[in-house]
Nanobody, 119 residues
């Protein structure tokens, strides 16, 4: 399985970005989930959002609730993270990851894409 994250960039506070995560390499089950995580310099990696492969049960970190939206294009095996009203504190490397069930950890990770928000 491979995950390819893209879409990062340098934006100003208040701007929007859409990150993409393209999955390939196997047949995916509706029980699988894609998560977005981020890691800022000097900080631990933190959860941002997740959604089941079937498209149900999106979840968000409190810090992004109402500003970020996770979605999918199942025909393309691609997941998106729409980020609106970006803040400087959203600056981080963003990673997408795959888990194969609710009981399992995220075990497959993409390479990360840098998001920088200037004030």
């Amino acid at each position: 399985v491979q995950l390819q994250a893209s879409g990062g960039g340098l934006v100003q506070a208040g701007d929007s970005l859409r990150l993409s995560c393209a999955a390939s390499g196997r047949t995916f089950s509706s029980d699988y989930a894609i998560g977005w995580f981020r890691q800022a310099p000097g900080k631990e990696r933190e959860f941002v959002a997740s959604i089941y492969w079937s498209g149900i049960s999106p979840r968000y970190a409190d810090s992004v609730e109402g500003r970020f939206t996770i979605s999918r294009d199942i025909a393309q095996n691609t997941f998106f993270l729409q980020m609106n009203s970006l803040k400087p504190e959203d600056t981080a490397i963003y990673y997408c990851a795959l888990r194969t069930s609710a009981k399992n950890a995220y075990t497959t990770w993409g390479q990360g894409t840098q998001v920088t928000v200037s004030s």
